[in-house]
């Protein structure tokens, strides 16, 4: 009985030594660090078994609860004076658990320990061996206490962090000469170049492709839905003067290349049009194109008739 008890005194300083290292690692105000911080400055030591022997057991865990044991013991009249007649029972802080000595107490809770019964343990060690503190974290919130919210609140940290990044990136950009936004717009071989501004009053704007009007530079009105994309988006439709220049490609790679200057340029003027844009997919760059022809076939993957003979 001795040496167990004396074996799981001694391993009190490892575990004093681990709670310290958590608390290093861990926030003031967690209810875990709480509760290292405190059982760090019970100061435990252990009780050398030639201790427990000349004392004998009551001594010996009197001595072990005090924190006075290991190293030279004092004598058994200093010990007596020190903490008087041991009660005749010792009961827990609920009162639902009882025992006669000190050896039952730190079996029991050297069981509950063991078993991973923190509760109990805690109920036996709070009655048996009151600390008058309020450093204690309350139960509730030791069991409730989530260990992965502290990496939880960092990566909430980062990826705002991130956010704010990104965010500052994408700031009104004007031509310091004319006052209008500008941008690039790409789409298959055609490259378009879009200038744009406030219009004089609100549906008056205008949109002028190569110096021509829309209408009549794209007389398809299914070419004319892509330029007007932009600004059902955003719901400005008519309030902008845009001036177009777009050369290469076909009229659906032209008209889509208008098409993503003009988001661009929106982005550029305003940059809170930009989660309107962004979801509806006009800020994106689409790099389908057509594929080169290969040597030995008629086109990018068709291959001449094979005859036998």
Not at 219 to 238: C, E, K
Not at 273 to 296: F, N, Q, S, T, Y
């Amino acid at each position: 009985m001795l040496r167990s008890l004396a074996a799981r005194l001694a391993a009190l300083p490892l575990q004093q030594a681990a709670c310290s290292g958590a608390s290093a690692g861990l926030a003031g105000s967690s209810p875990l660090a709480l509760l290292a911080a405190s059982l760090q400055r019970l100061q435990l030591q252990p009780v050398s078994l030639a201790a427990a022997a000349q004392l004998g057991s009551r001594h010996f865990a009197a001595a072990a609860a005090d924190g006075s044991g290991g190293g030279e013991q004092p004598p058994v009249d200093a010990l007596e004076q020190q903490h008087g007649e041991q009660p005749t029972e010792i009961v827990s802080a609920s009162g639902q658990l009882r025992f006669s000595s000190h050896d039952e107490v730190l079996e029991a809770w050297g069981k509950a320990m063991d078993e991973g019964d923190w509760g109990t343990a805690f109920d036996i060690f709070e009655g048996a061996y009151p600390v008058d503190t309020d450093e204690f974290p309350d139960l509730q919130a030791l069991l409730e206490w989530d260990p992965m919210e502290e990496q939880k609140q960092a990566r909430r940290e980062r990826e705002a962090e991130i956010q704010a990044m990104h965010a500052a990136r994408h700031v009104r950009r004007l031509d310091p000469v004319t006052g209008r936004a500008h941008a690039a717009g790409k789409r298959k071989t055609s490259v378009a170049l879009v200038w744009l501004r406030p219009a004089a009053a609100p549906g008056a704007g205008r949109l002028m492709v190569n110096r021509r009007p829309y209408d009549e530079y794209f007389p398809d009105l299914l070419r004319r839905n892509d330029l007007a994309a932009p600004f059902l988006a955003t719901s400005t439709l008519g309030n902008w003067d845009v001036m177009a220049r777009v050369r290469g490609g076909g009229h659906t790679g032209q008209s889509q290349a208008v098409r993503h200057g003009i988001a661009r340029a929106l982005q550029n003027w305003d940059p809170t049009l930009r989660p309107a844009l962004k979801a509806a997919g006009l800020l994106a760059r689409d790099m389908r194109i057509v594929e080169r022809k290969k040597p030995g076939l008629k086109k990018a993957r068709k291959a001449f008739q094979w005859v036998k003979r």
